[in-house]
T-cell receptor, first 117, second 109 residues
Framework: GAGVSQSPRYKVAKRGQDVALRCDPI?????LFWYQQALGQGPEFLTY????????KSGLPSDRFFAERPEGSVSTLKIQRTQQEDSAVYLC???????????????FGEGSRLTVL | GQNIDQPTEMTATEGAIVQINCTYQ??????LFWYQQHAGEAPTFLSY??LDGLEEKGRFSSFLSRSKGYSYLLLKELQMKDSASYLC??????????WGAGTKLIIKP
C-alpha cells in the first residue's frame, strides 16, 4: 500500500486478555517505530527496529509488552495480560533511512486504539 | 531529565497568523521536528530544523535557536483546516525522538 497500515483500528479487551497489534510499514522502509499515545499527549517511544533487528526496546513499559519484526517488514506488538493503564493509541511509524541519518521524517499509521475494560 | 514544553492550547482567527513556541532541554540535539496531527489521525511531517534560522515552506515556517533551546512554528493565512494539534519533537544524542505533548490550535471564523 501507499502508506503505513495498522490493524485493528479499534480493539476492546477485557483486563487480563492478550492482544496483538499489527503494523505494515511502507515497502522498503528500513526503520520501524512503535509509540504509545495517551489522550492529549505526545507519542511516547516504545521500541525501534532496523530491518528485523530490535535495536532499542527501552520504552516498553513492562515485560508484558513484546514486539517483533521477523522478516524486516510487518511488525507485531503484543501485550499480555492487559491492564487498564494499557488503554491508549498505539502508533506505528516507518522511515526509509536509519536512525541518525539526519532526515527524521517518520510516516505514521493511523494507530490502533486499545481500550481495556 | 529531558523536557519539551509547548502551550497546551491556542486560539486564532481564520486568515490571521499564529506562532506556536517550543522550548526544549534534552540530552544532546540532532534536530527538531514539527508534526501536525488532526484528531483521531496520525501525525504528519511539517518541518525539520537542525541549523539556526528560519525555514519557510509555503504558509508554514519553522525557526530554531539552538543556543536558546527554542523553536517556533509560524502559520500564516490560517484556514479552518489548520485546526489540529501541533507536536514539537527533538532528536536527542541517542537519536531518539522526544515528543512534546502538543499544542491544540483552534481556528475561529
Amino acid at each position: 500500500g501507499a502508506g503505513v497500515s495498522q490493524s485493528p483500528r479499534y480493539k476492546v479487551a477485557k483486563r487480563g486478555q492478550d492482544v496483538a497489534l499489527r503494523c505494515d510499514p511502507i515497502s522498503g522502509h528500513v526503520s520501524l517505530f512503535w509509540y504509545q499515545q495517551a489522550l492529549g499527549q505526545g507519542p511516547e517511544f516504545l521500541t525501534y527496529f532496523q530491518n528485523e533487528a530490535q535495536l532499542d526496546k527501552s520504552g516498553l513499559p513492562s515485560d508484558r509488552f513484546f514486539a517483533e519484526r521477523p522478516e524486516g517488514s510487518v511488525s507485531t506488538l503484543k501485550i499480555q495480560r492487559t491492564q487498564q493503564e494499557d488503554s491508549a493509541v498505539y502508533l506505528c511509524a516507518s522511515s526509509p533511512g536509519v536512525v541518525g541519518d539526519g532526515t527524521g521524517e517518520l510516516f505514521f499509521g493511523e494507530g490502533s486504539r486499545l481500550t481495556v475494560l | 531529565g529531558q523536557n519539551i514544553d509547548q502551550p497546551t492550547e491556542m486560539t486564532a482567527t481564520e486568515g490571521a497568523i499564529v506562532q506556536i513556541n517550543c522550548t526544549y532541554q534534552t540530552s544532546g540535539f540532532n534536530g527538531l521536528f514539527w508534526y501536525q496531527q488532526h484528531a483521531g489521525e496520525a501525525p504528519t511531517f511539517l518541518s525539520y530544523n537542525v541549523l539556526d534560522g528560519l525555514e519557510e515552506k509555503g504558509r508554514f515556517s519553522s525557526f530554531l535557536s539552538r543556543s536558546k533551546g527554542y523553536s517556533y512554528l509560524l502559520l500564516k493565512e490560517l484556514q479552518m483546516k489548520d485546526s489540529a494539534s501541533y507536536l514539537c519533537a527533538v532528536l536527542d544524542s541517542n537519536y531518539q525522538l522526544i515528543w512534546g505533548a502538543g499544542t491544540k490550535l483552534i481556528i475561529k471564523p
